[in-house]
């Protein structure tokens, strides 16, 4: 079993606000772009460095660059803007809803810099992240397409585009994150319909889902043409652990509750994945916080690591 | 002020004055005093009341000036409670989120002191201004119970101490805060139940703001929340929940957002006026409140006050317009 994080890494600590300073410079005028573009990689390389200590085995960027999952992608893409903060699903947390104007194109390269610069530097098995397209296409504001079937489709061209530059940079694995797809489990033949059009992109896919549980849609994410699927087995109610044996694929367990500060006793984390085993071979499971840790403070998200790394290897999965 | 229609309100909170704002940050870094601190609070509130008074608001808020997050001011005067480190909220800021550890009391009043003093600087009514059980509990991590509503009936309780504490101080219309109803739809009976813990025994105006989600997924469930009245942010969404009027009327009295916080840039008196002219298709002008969307501690004093300035002129725009209808020919 592997261990591996998903979404956004906290961005500065109560300890180490060096990135929150530089932004109020930047607002400020004190600082300009390249001196902030400065103190975001070093803050990505923080993470980075974090992520490799606590002994995550596979690990992403840290998303460090990101105001929202959303908003990478908003930002670069033509046929879009940035509009009102929105809340994120059931989280105290804002995103800029983005606002489709026309039709959305992109050269492919938004994510491309960043990635080879956070590869460089993670020490093991580096994967990169792109926003699901159903999620996108549900959180957004549209003013050009003509139904939700349109703009869900044209945002999976784009970041279909996005995943065939990173695949061509190297990248072995892509995390799609996508929430949207349990949020909203009755869409669930469009969202499949737009992976489809990122599997073209012939790069591994891990299709994470959160928030909301897996346990309607076990059956439907069987026939995705994904390498992994993530599982949030926390925020919710939910006996999907029971039914694992549904999926063919590598299954995410999202065991530690990225939401909520109460860190899981071993105990508790050595019977998910327990069950878990119970139901599929530990090759093809793989542990994980259930979302971003960037809703927790970065002290509490250093020790959820803790837990999940002592818990995989509790239970036996990897070697010290 | 009681024949007037359309009374103007505001949802809570204002900027504060630059000298409270570095007092506040001087005082977290050790370096000022809670005494001194809390006077340059009542400073502030004055010049709030008066600022508000200047402006011709009908009802009055203390402008919020000795609370930072609306959520941790409570926590951190609860039992139970503990604040934990930064969380992002969006863009560059970040709050300190609170952790419920262990059950929570209510060791004392919180709020009702600062009522008292508003209230004594005016003749017009204060809003007691507390935020609701629920928004406490989704608002913050929750170690201590086993069930989110075991959590919010338990916050439910030092909530109504507390606002059963403002009615006995005198306050006229006490308004308990529920943003984050919408947060989880399907957890809306926790939201009502709690809240009906909270206003039983009260026999004031009871107000509940909500803002900044889905209004659609909890309408018209949402008019089963035991208040008189509904404080909806309106502007920044085009006034596109009044459309759920048609299908399920509104039956509470409407506070209406009619500016946008979270710009800079304030709408135009006209801009505004629309849309109360938007809000009296579904509500009486006896019943329609205009305001703007949400609270103003974003926004900077100068800000607040264009945007109350904004809200006040539209309103008596449309007044007039309504006594000229009223007026036999």
């Known amino acids: 079993m592997k261990t591996t994080v998903i979404g956004a890494y906290p961005k500065i600590s109560d300890e180490n606000q060096e990135l929150r300073r530089a932004l109020h410079r930047h607002d400020r005028g004190e600082l300009d772009a390249n001196g902030l573009s400065g103190v975001f990689d070093e803050t990505t390389r923080w993470a980075i460095g974090e992520l490799d200590w606590v002994g995550i085995d596979v690990v992403n960027d840290g998303q460090i660059r990101w105001d929202d999952m959303l908003a990478p992608f ?62 996108f296409a549900t959180l957004a504001e549209d003013h050009h397409y003509r139904s939700l079937e349109d703009r869900t489709l044209a945002v999976a061209d784009a ?50 889902t959160f928030f909301f549980p897996a346990d309607p849609l076990l059956d439907a994410l069987a ?35 990225a939401r909520n ?20 071979p530990a090759d093809y499971l793989w542990l994980a916080p259930t979302t971003g840790l960037e809703y927790l403070p970065h002290a509490i998200a250093v020790q959820k690591l803790k837990a999940l790394v002592a818990a995989a290897r509790a239970t036996g999965g990897v070697k010290v | ?80 409670f503990r604040l934990g480190g930064l969380v992002r909220s969006y863009g560059n800021r970040y709050y300190h989120k609170p952790i419920i550890a262990s059950k929570v009391g209510r060791p004392k009043p919180m709020t009702v002191d600062w009522f008292r003093y508003a209230q004594s600087l005016t003749d017009r009514p204060v809003k007691g201004m507390l935020t609701g059980p629920y ?81 659609a997924a909890i309408y018209p469930k949402v008019l089963e929340l035991p208040v008189d009245q509904l404080d909806l942010a309106m502007a920044n969404y085009g006034y596109r929940w009044l459309e759920l009027f048609d299908r399920d009327p509104f039956t509470k009295e409407l506070a209406i957002g009619i500016v946008d916080v979270h710009s800079h840039e304030t709408e135009s008196v006209a801009e505004a006026a629309a849309g ?40 008596k725009v449309v007044r007039k317009e309504l006594a000229r209808q009223a007026a036999p020919a």
Not at chain 1, 261 to 280: C, F, H, K, Y
Not at chain 2, 135 to 154: C, F, G, H, K, V
Request: aromatic share 6%; hydrophobic share 40%; charged share 30%.
């Open chain 1, 223 to 257: 026939a995705f043409p994904v390498a992994q699927v993530g599982i949030d087995v926390r925020s919710r109610e939910t006996q999907v652990v029971e039914k694992l044996n549904a999926l063919r694929h590598t299954v995410v367990l999202g065991i530690v509750d």
């Open chain 2, 276 to 315: 109360i002219r938007k809000g009296l298709r579904y509500v009486s002008k006896e019943r329609l409140l205009p305001h703007p969307d949400c609270g103003l501690k974003t926004r900077t004093v100068e800000e607040s006050e264009e945007k109350c300035r904004v809200v006040v002129e539209a309103t």
């Open chain 1, 261 to 280: 500060t109460r860190v899981e006793t071993e105990r508790e984390l050595a019977g998910v994945i327990e069950a878990a085993l119970r139901q599929m």
């Open chain 2, 1 to 80: 002020m009681t024949d007037q229609v359309l009374l103007t309100t505001t949802v809570g909170s204002f900027g504060k004055p630059d000298y409270l704002q570095k007092a506040r940050n001087a005082n977290a870094r050790g370096k000022l005093g809670d005494s001194e601190l809390s006077e340059l609070e009542r400073k502030a509130t004055e010049e709030w009341i008066r600022r508000q008074e200047r402006l011709d608001i009908d009802i009055l808020v203390d402008g919020e000036m000795y609370r930072g997050d609306m959520v941790a001011y409570f926590a951190e005067r609860l039992e139970g």
């Open chain 1, 74 to 135: 908003a930002r670069a893409w033509d046929g879009c803007e940035r509009g009102p903060l929105e809340r994120f699903y059931d989280n105290n947390t804002y995103f800029r809803q983005p606002v489709i104007t026309g039709p959305i194109t992109t050269d492919g390269r938004t994510l491309l810099r960043d990635y080879e610069f956070a590869r460089g530097i993670a020490r093991g098995q580096f994967k990169a992240a792109v926003c699901g397209p159903l999620t």
């Open chain 2, 135 to 215: 928004t406490l509990l989704d608002w913050s991590y929750n170690e201590a119970y086993q069930t989110r509503r075991e959590a919010a009936l338990a916050l439910a309780e030092v909530v109504r101490q507390e606002a059963e504490d403002l009615q006995a101080a005198g306050a006229r219309y006490i308004q308990v805060d529920e943003p984050a109803i919408h947060a989880r739809p399907e957890e809306i009976d926790i939201a009502i139940e709690a809240m009906a813990v909270v206003t039983q025994n009260l026999d004031v105006k009871t107000i509940s703001h909500v803002c900044y989600g889905d209004f």
């Open chain 1, 159 to 208: 970041v279909a585009a996005e995943i065939r530059t990173l695949g061509a940079a190297g990248a072995t694995l892509v995390d799609v994150e996508e929430p949207a797809l349990v949020a909203h489990p009755e869409h669930f033949a469009l969202a499949r319909a737009a992976i489809e059009r990122l599997a073209t992109a012939g790069v591994p896919l891990a299709l994470q």
